[in-house]
């Protein structure tokens, strides 16, 4: 009996730990590894880093796009005032997070494999704006829409979110967004993200039209799905321990 107990504790440990490692949160903080960015804080063109089993990639949609073209930064938080010159980046958040200008956009991905599934839960996102265009106060400041290219094949599933708006004293504040519907669960290969910039109208402009499509992300929630045959394994681990059960009980 302790035999078989011991074999039950080991089996209910791995299929923990197999569900418990799959989940990841991209902070752009600890542990992140910047040896894909040679010019890091940074990012240009073609550069990626990488945290949590999971990599961000930094590139242009511009035609003629070349290494060493800007597309985003590493933002210190808690030094704003200094970094963001010319910018009004997000003022509450005091961690490292990323911010895509000049209308770059993100490329996400599994680390180890661009095929290897993965859904994604949510993030916190603000929109980035220069310095001399008026933001919007009562309007969403900006989009940021996500296209996610799904891992069977079918084709893209795109979802879009609004960015708060400016405070009265013209600040940006990060928020919390949360996938929702069919987007969240579904598995995907490999992701985009991208910002889209609203005038005071209210009216969103196409993105990668003006370098004014800017946003700040961080904490995005992304969950890899366990590869068939690390369930085929645990599969067999629990049929050996019915069997052991039933040869017991007879």
């Not at 039950?8 to 992140?32: E, H, K, R, W």
């Not at 000049?102 to 994604?120: C, M, R």
């Not at 499509?213 to 890899?224: C, E, L, R």
């Amino acid at each position: 009996m302790k035999h078989l107990l011991k074999k039950s504790a080991l089996a209910a440990a791995a299929l923990a730990s197999l569900g418990s490692a799959q989940a990841a949160v991209i902070t752009f903080d600890a542990g992140l590894d910047t040896s894909g960015a040679a010019f890091a804080p940074q990012i240009t063109h073609g550069d990626a880093v990488f945290q949590s089993g999971f990599l961000v990639a930094g590139l242009s949609n511009a035609a003629g796009a070349a290494a060493g073209d800007l597309v985003g930064s590493l933002i210190n938080g808690a030094d704003v005032a200094n970094i963001c010159v010319g910018m009004v980046c997000p003022t509450n958040n005091s961690s490292t997070f990323y911010a895509g200008i000049d209308d770059g956009y993100i490329y996400l991905a599994e680390e180890s494999d661009s095929n290897k599934p993965f859904t994604i839960a949510g993030f916190a996102a603000s929109f980035v704006a220069n310095g001399s265009d008026p933001i919007p106060t009562a309007t969403a400041s900006g989009l940021l829409r996500i296209q996610g290219v799904k891992a069977d094949g079918s084709g893209s599933l795109t979802q879009t979110f609004q960015l708060a708006p400016a405070a009265a004293n013209g600040s940006l504040s990060f928020s919390s967004y949360v996938t929702s519907g069919a987007f969240a669960t579904t598995q995907f290969k490999y992701a985009f993200i991208f910002g889209f910039y609203c005038d005071t109208n209210g009216s969103c402009t196409n993105a990668f039209t003006n370098n004014k499509g800017q946003f700040a992300i961080d904490d995005i929630n992304v969950t890899a799905v366990p590869e068939p045959t690390s369930w085929a394994l645990m599969g067999l681990g629990l049929a050996g321990i019915a069997a052991a059960r039933r040869r017991r009980a007879a």
